[in-house]
């Protein structure tokens, strides 16, 4: 498990055998003489494109095998990373070896319910990154069909922009554009169905994309976590209001009652919220896999 410096960035250990290549908001990642890649999961937990001083015990864990799950159970229709799971055992269960990939410089956005980013846009043009919708939605509608809504990659500290279908094809070009929005919008649509089987909204969520060695389109990073998703509680689910969700909800409340501006960095969160926010997490897992964490 990674800390933090002196100064408050965030501190990656120390892996015998890795080199330490770059530290992310959430993921350390590593190279080892084969070029294969150690990506770790932290504790750490970033909200309004800050990463925060506190940390949320067993996240990493959690972030991890959640994303193990689904992968294995989308990849009939994109190939992922993983090489294995077996890693050292001062990173076991919250860390993977993974092929390097070539990323795409964008992020891939599947909503759909409107919410977050895609409410406040919506409410100025009646659209989220090009697509048109019907007026009269509210905050957690259901959209008549999801969408692919694309934003660029930001740095830690830097702000993800949303843009639309054209501005994302000017980055990676039509065709990997079309493929991406495509692949997005089917692992969206297949994950979105199974998490209603087990009473869970999955309201919209994150992919980052990049090729293989072999030059294929390969699904990396994670996957269908409360990190890069919205879970909500379909027995709660009321549009028009704030939902009761399994993600960093709790976390992105507080920051935001707390006066704090989003500009300077952020302050530590009470031991309330983190042990509020810990639990839903592994509420999240536990009813998604069916299997005690």
């Known amino acids: 498990m990674s800390g933090f410096g002196a100064a408050g960035a965030p501190v990656a250990p120390v892996i015998d055998g890795w080199k330490h290549l770059r530290t992310g908001k959430v993921r350390d990642l590593y190279s080892n003489a084969d070029g294969e890649i150690l990506l770790v999961a932290s504790d750490r937990i970033s909200a309004f494109d800050w990463v925060l001083p506190s940390e949320i015990p067993n996240k990493g864990a959690i972030l991890t095998q959640l994303s193990l799950f689904w992968f294995e159970l989308l990849g009939d229709i994109v190939p992922n990373h993983i090489i294995t799971e077996d890693v050292p055992n001062s990173v076991m269960d919250r860390a993977v070896i993974v092929e390097p990939l070539e990323m795409f410089e964008i992020e891939c956005v599947a909503r759909g319910y409107l919410t977050g980013s895609g409410l406040a846009e919506y409410k100025e043009n009646l659209a989220v990154c090009g697509n048109a919708l019907p007026d009269g939605l509210v905050d957690g509608s259901k959209l008549p069909e999801s969408i692919f809504t694309p934003a660029t990659k930001a740095e830690v500290g830097d702000h993800d922009i949303n843009i639309d279908f054209k501005s994302a094809a000017m980055i990676v070009g039509d065709e990997v554009a079309e493929e991406l929005r495509d692949i997005t919008l089917s692992l969206y649509n297949t994950a ?20 293989s060695a072999d ?79």
């Open 192 to 211: 979105a169905d199974f998490a209603l089987s087990r009473g869970i909204i999955l309201a919209d969520t994150k992919f980052e994309f990049g090729r």
């Open 215 to 293: 030059g294929i389109i390969t699904l990396g990073d994670e996957a269908l976590t409360p990190d890069s998703s919205r879970f909500w509680e379909l027995d709660e689910w009321t549009p028009g209001r704030s939902q009761s969700s399994f993600d960093k909800q709790f976390v992105r409340d507080w920051l935001i009652s707390s006066g704090w501006d989003k500009k300077s960095p952020p302050p530590e969160l009470p031991n309330e919220i983190i042990e509020k926010t810990a639990m839903r997490y592994e509420e999240a897992f536990e009813r998604i896999t069916g299997t005690k964490f």
